[in-house]
Nanobody, 126 residues
């Protein structure tokens, strides 16, 4: 059983930056693929970025490509999402999720992720 805890959310102005962290405990975190998702009010959960277990493969949604960077430190059981150039449309609750058995594939579909954190709020003001 893996427990995931997100942190680093907050309120920033347009163009600002935040770094989200996803700290894991339990399980073999270094063998899991990890994804960041977000959900705005009255909208479906949306894939943001993902990274494979060995940190060799990353994948981003088109809406965040070039602005967000996902990384991981397996020694610290932590995955990060560096968010630069934030826009009001980035406002959402951000979740990290872990998936097993993906190898070097980054999964986009949230159904493929087994473990989820509780989420952290990111709000971007105009």
């Amino acid at each position: 059983q893996v427990s995931l805890i997100e942190s680093g959310g907050g309120l920033v102005q347009t163009g600002g930056s935040l770094r989200l962290s996803c700290a894991a405990s339990g399980g073999s975190f270094s063998t899991y693929g990890v994804g960041w998702f977000r959900q705005a009010p009255e909208k479906e959960r949306q894939f943001v970025a993902g990274i494979d277990s060995g940190a060799s493969i990353t994948y981003y949604a088109d809406s965040v490509k070039g602005r967000f960077t996902i990384s991981r430190d397996n020694a610290k059981n932590t995955v990060y999402l560096q968010m630069n150039g934030l826009k009001p449309e980035d406002t959402a609750v951000y979740y990290c999720a872990a998936a097993t058995g993906l190898g070097t594939v980054v999964a986009v579909a949230h159904e493929l992720y087994t473990y989820w954190g509780q989420g952290t709020q990111v709000s971007v003001s105009t």
